[in-house]
Structures are given as structure tokens and as C-alpha cells.
């Protein structure tokens, strides 16, 4: 069988948390998700505009005082909601995308899962795919109907393993056990398809790499799990005990809250809501909302796209001209909508006009945020929100102090602005259409905004 438990150290160890972080410009740990590759249950999937454990945990040790209710709206892959709920808070989530919300809550449950039953569905497993490729078994699943690419994503050898382990995950009878199965696929199945991140999701050949004739697929997977249950056993022991709670996430759009949060009742939210930077969260997951069957056509996608925090530049590009939302009342945000929509005006929706609707319904969606920061935060607790400032167009855009501004009109106190890290590495906006032109020497960066609910 393979091995990958791998020797795991405590997780409030203050030199290993000191090590990953800069330290240098604030009081946050490194931001960057990278960092989470060797941090057991945040290592499970990879994302790519995630933020790290360490900065989370740094987060709370400076705004908690005893247990209380910790809220991501954006929550990704679950980087807040699992690294909360250790520490022995509640954690409440919403996550629009399903295969995210997916992810996070199958993390939520690493100390639920019987891993002993984990362990012999793996032996199984190896032994079930043993078997299959020596008779030449016959799968009996079959790619899903609606996902079209255009290039093939599994070449043939590949996809017979990866329709093989689907076959034995289906008859898996623990849900856990069968949702563990079903993320190890999710987190590895790009690596052996013929397509890859660059940062969006494209063809190895277009990136000048072969097609991925065939790939221990098998050994890939029991691998993933294998290091699975033994984070499980590591959470199980680490995981503090000071408070029952049930953390959860909502599979819906944020804007919901007032369905789902009780007024007043989060101590601390920490986030990181999508960029202004048009990274495409739903194209970059196709792949795994389809083979997990959470789509079946491009009709789910709409449905996905329009809920999304400012939608996409595609959505948003064919409308009538957006205003902003009088009550953002900001002359230079009313400015730079403007200065947009008269970059290129011969090109119409691909020229400025697009992008002006696309940055107008994005600051509307800031003032929804901060509505709803309002909402579900208690008199005098804190929020973090992690943002990238954004070129559009050739115009550098403070994304971070205008969130701050639009949250004071919604009654928030602006705190601080704080920047862990100046320039941002390996960030989904290289090479995007955002960065369009120059901008006086304007950089990209990251920030951590600090309101207050008075
Ligand atoms: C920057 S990522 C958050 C990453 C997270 N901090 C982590 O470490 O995994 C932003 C997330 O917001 C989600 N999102 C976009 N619009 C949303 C909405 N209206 N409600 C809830 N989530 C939304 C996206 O699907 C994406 O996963």
C-alpha cells in the first residue's frame, strides 16, 4: 500500500507558525495558501486564490478572547471555517461554488470520519483495481454527459482508471468514507488529465506540455487518502475540545445571510471575497462541478455566474450601463466608473463600457458585503477582509481603501489597512485581461482590511 503519513507536528507551535510568516510589515502571518501544502486537512485541495492557515490563526489569536462565532462569507476551500473550528470556535461559512463548499465541509468532518473503516475501504480499493486491470474489467460509470471540452481531458488509459475507481466509490456504504473517495478524486484529477492551471485551466499542449497518455491513477489515489486518514487521526487529537459546536457551511450565496445568521451573533469574520480582477472561479472548476455531478449543463453555470460577488466581466459586459448604487455616494469611485467607460469606446463592450459594468456591479456587491458584515457581527467585533488592488484597463484601482469607504457608508468603522505582502506572486491576474495597458508604474498588491462594528 502506499505511504505518506508523514511525521505531524503540533499545530499552535509558535515557531512553526513564526517560520511561515514574514512578520516584517504587520502583525499577520504570511497570506499567501501555498504555505497550507504541508498543513495537515488544509493540504487536502488545492486552491488558488486561497489564503494560508497561519494568517487565520494569527487573526484569531489577536480578536478572540474565549470561544465564540467565527463567519467566512467567502469561504473558499474552508481555510477560516477548519482552522476556527480547531482552535475551538464555531464556524460559520457560505461558499456559492458547490465543489468549494464541498471541500470545506468534507474537511469540517476530518474528526468525524472512522478512520479504521477509511483505512480498509483503501486495502479494498487497491485490491478492487488489482483485480480490474488484470481481467480487463468493463466500467461501468461513464464520464458526465454535459462536460465538453476541446481537447480530450482524459485520454483513453486514464479515463478507464479514473471510470473504475468511480464504479467502486459508488458502492461504497459509509457517506464519509465515500465523500473522502470522492475529494481525493476532486484534488488530484487535473494532475492527470490533459489540461492545467496557467493559472486558468487550459490545455498542457497550448502550454507547450504533452497529453497525459497514461498515469498511475490507482496509486495516485490511495496515496491522497492514505495521507487523508492520517491527518484525520492528527485532527482528531488536535482539534480543542473547549466548547461543543457544530461548524457548517452553506452551500449559497452570502447575500442569503439574513436567512442563516442570527443578527448580531459572530464574534469575528475573516475573508477574502472574489478580487476585481475577473479570476473565474466556475470555469477554473468545471472539471471537478461536473465529474462530482454538480452540474450537468451549461444552464447550472448561469445560475452559478450571476450569484457570484460582482458576477463576471463576461456577465456584465453585455448589459445596459451599470450605475453605482447611490447610496456608495464616493465621487472618486463615481470617477473611476466614468474614466472607464471612456477607455475605448469604439470597442464597445470589450472596450472600457464592459469593464465599467463590471466594476460598477462589483463595488454594488461591496455595499451588499458590508450590509451583511453589519448583520451578523456583534457591537464592537472585528472584521478582516483580504483584497488585491486591480488594473482595469490600464487604471490602477485601490480595491482595498474603496471597500473600506463603502463600508463606512454602510455603518462600519474602517479600522486599518494593513499589507502583509506588497506584491502578489503567483496570482491569478498575471496574464488577464485586467492588466490591459500600463499603469504609471502601479503595482499589484494584497491587503487586510480592519473594520469594526460600532
Ligand atoms: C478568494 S476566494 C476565498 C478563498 C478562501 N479564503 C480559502 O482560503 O479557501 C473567494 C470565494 O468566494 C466565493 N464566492 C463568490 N461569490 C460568492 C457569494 N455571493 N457568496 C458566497 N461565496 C461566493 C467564490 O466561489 C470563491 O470560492
Redo the contacts with the bound molecule.
Keep these: 500500500m502506499a505511504n505518506r503519513e508523514t511525521m505531524l507536528l503540533p499545530l499552535d507551535d509558535p515557531q512553526s507558525d513564526a517560520k511561515a510568516g514574514n512578520g516584517a510589515r504587520s502583525d499577520f502571518r504570511d497570506l499567501a495558501?501555498s504555505s497550507n501544502r504541508g498543513e495537515p486537512v488544509h493540504r487536502w485541495v488545492p486552491?488558488i486564490?486561497?489564503?494560508s492557515r497561519q494568517f487565520v490563526a494569527s487573526a484569531i489569536d489577536m480578536h478572540m478572547d474565549g470561544p465564540g462565532a467565527v463567519l467566512?462569507?467567502?469561504?473558499?476551500?474552508?481555510?477560516?471555517l477548519v482552522e476556527a473550528d480547531r482552535k475551538g470556535h464555531e464556524s460559520v461559512g457560505?461558499?456559492?461554488?458547490p465543489y468549494?463548499a464541498f471541500a470545506a465541509r468534507t474537511k469540517l468532518a476530518a474528526h468525524l470520519v472512522d478512520t479504521e473503516r477509511l483505512r480498509d475501504a483503501i486495502d479494498a480499493f487497491e485490491r478492487f483495481a488489482e483485480d480490474a486491470e488484470r481481467r480487463g474489467r468493463e466500467p461501468r460509470a461513464t464520464p458526465p454527459a454535459g462536460f465538453s471540452t476541446r481537447a480530450a481531458f482524459y485520454s483513453p488509459d486514464v479515463q478507464w482508471k479514473v471510470l473504475t475507481a468511480h464504479d467502486f466509490i459508488a458502492e461504497l456504504s459509509d457517506y464519509l468514507v465515500a465523500d473522502f473517495f470522492r475529494l481525493a478524486f476532486a484534488s488530484t484529477m487535473v494532475t492527470y488529465s490533459n489540461y492545467s492551471y496557467e493559472p486558468s485551466l487550459g490545455r498542457k499542449a497550448t502550454a507547450g506540455r504533452p497529453d497525459v497518455d497514461d498515469y498511475p491513477v490507482f496509486a495516485e489515489l490511495a496515496e491522497k487518502l492514505t495521507e487523508m486518514a492520517a491527518d484525520a487521526d492528527f485532527w482528531k487529537k488536535n482539534r480543542s475540545n473547549r466548547q461543543e459546536r457544530r461548524s457548517k457551511i452553506y452551500g449559497v450565496?452570502?447575500?442569503e445571510f439574513y436567512k442563516e445568521v442570527e443578527q448580531g451573533s459572530v464574534d469575528l469574520l475573516i475573508?477574502?471575497?472574489?478580487y476585481l480582477n475577473n479570476y473565474h472561479?466556475n470555469r477554473n472548476t468545471r472539471p471537478h462541478l461536473y465529474w462530482l455531478g454538480f452540474c450537468n449543463s451549461p444552464k447550472d453555470f448561469k445560475k452559478l455566474e450571476q450569484?457570484?460577488?460582482g458576477t463576471y466581466w463576461q456577465t456584465a459586459r453585455d448589459m445596459d450601463p451599470v450605475s453605482l448604487d447611490p447610496a456608495i455616494a464616493n465621487a472618486e469611485i463615481n470617477s473611476l466608473i466614468y474614466d472607464l467607460r471612456a477607455v475605448n469606446p469604439e470597442k464597445r463592450i470589450y472596450g472600457g463600457q464592459g469593464w465599467a459594468n463590471y466594476a460598477a456591479l462589483y463595488f454594488n456587491d461591496c455595499l451588499r458585503f458590508a450590509e451583511g458584515m453589519k448583520w451578523c457581527l456583534r457591537s464592537g467585533a472585528t472584521a478582516l477582509i483580504v483584497i488585491g488592488n486591480s488594473i482595469l484597463q490600464g487604471i490602477p484601482v485601490p480595491t482595498d481603501r474603496f471597500l473600506a469607504e463603502i463600508a463606512e457608508r454602510a455603518g462600519m468603522e474602517a479600522v486599518d489597512i494593513h499589507t502583509p505582502r506588497d506584491a502578489r506572486v503567483g496570482n491569478s491576474i498575471v496574464n488577464s485581461s485586467v492588466r490591459v495597458g500600463k499603469a504609471n508604474g502601479s503595482r499589484l498588491y494584497e491587503s487586510v482590511v480592519e473594520l469594526r462594528r460600532p
Design positions: 495558501f486552491w486564490a486561497g489564503y467566512d462569507p467567502f469561504a473558499g476551500v474552508g481555510t477560516t457560505f461558499e456559492i461554488n468549494a450565496s452570502f447575500f475573508t477574502s471575497p472574489p472561479y450569484r457570484n460577488f
